[in-house]
C-alpha cells in the first residue's frame, strides 16, 4: 500500500503548515478549509478508520482535537468549532476542526445534508445498532 497524503506530510516530503505536532499525532492547516482556520488533527499512525485506532491513541487524537479546538477558538474569535472524523477522500484517520465565527451559518451549510428520516425506518436501525451493542 502506497503511502498517504497525511503520512507524506508528516515525513516533511510534502509542505504544510504544521500547528503542533508530539509523538503520536500531528495537527496541521487544512490546504482546502471551507471556513478559515480549518485544521486537521492526523495520528502519526497510518490507520484509515478511526476506530480501528488503538484506545491510547484514539483518546490522545481527541484531547488533541480538543487543545487545538480551544487555540482556534481563542486566535479566532470562534463562536462554536465543530469537529468531523473522517478517513474517506484520504484513507487515513484525521480530524477536521472547523472554527465557527459566523453563528448564523451552521456546519450543515458547508457539509451535504440528508433528508428526514420516516420513524419507521429509524426504529429498525435503532433496534439492529441496539442488538449489535449488546452483543459486545
Given at each position: 500500500m502506497s503511502e498517504s497524503i497525511f503520512t507524506k506530510i508528516i515525513n516533511r516530503e510534502?509542505?504544510?503548515?504544521?500547528?503542533?505536532?508530539?509523538?503520536?499525532?500531528v495537527a496541521i492547516l487544512d490546504r482546502f478549509p471551507a471556513v478559515k482556520g480549518q485544521s486537521l488533527v492526523i495520528p502519526k499512525t497510518e490507520i484509515?478508520?478511526?476506530?480501528?485506532l488503538d484506545d491510547d491513541t484514539y483518546i490522545h487524537l481527541f484531547k488533541t482535537a480538543k487543545k487545538i479546538a480551544q487555540a482556534s477558538d481563542a486566535a479566532l474569535n470562534a463562536a462554536?468549532?465543530?469537529l468531523v472524523v473522517e478517513g474517506f477522500d484520504v484513507?487515513?484517520?484525521?480530524?477536521k476542526i472547523y472554527p465557527m465565527t459566523d453563528t448564523k451559518t451552521a456546519l450543515g451549510a458547508i457539509?451535504?445534508?440528508?433528508?428526514?428520516?420516516?420513524d419507521e425506518t429509524l426504529a429498525q436501525v435503532a433496534t439492529q445498532i441496539q442488538a449489535a451493542v449488546e452483543e459486545d
Amino acid at each position: 500500500m502506497s503511502e498517504s497524503i497525511f503520512t507524506k506530510i508528516i515525513n516533511r516530503e510534502v509542505p504544510a503548515h504544521f500547528i503542533y505536532e508530539d509523538e503520536h499525532c500531528v495537527a496541521i492547516l487544512d490546504r482546502f478549509p471551507a471556513v478559515k482556520g480549518q485544521s486537521l488533527v492526523i495520528p502519526k499512525t497510518e490507520i484509515d478508520y478511526a476506530f480501528d485506532l488503538d484506545d491510547d491513541t484514539y483518546i490522545h487524537l481527541f484531547k488533541t482535537a480538543k487543545k487545538i479546538a480551544q487555540a482556534s477558538d481563542a486566535a479566532l474569535n470562534a463562536a462554536r468549532t465543530c469537529l468531523v472524523v473522517e478517513g474517506f477522500d484520504v484513507p487515513h484517520v484525521h480530524i477536521k476542526i472547523y472554527p465557527m465565527t459566523d453563528t448564523k451559518t451552521a456546519l450543515g451549510a458547508i457539509m451535504p445534508q440528508g433528508s428526514e428520516a420516516d420513524d419507521e425506518t429509524l426504529a429498525q436501525v435503532a433496534t439492529q445498532i441496539q442488538a449489535a451493542v449488546e452483543e459486545d
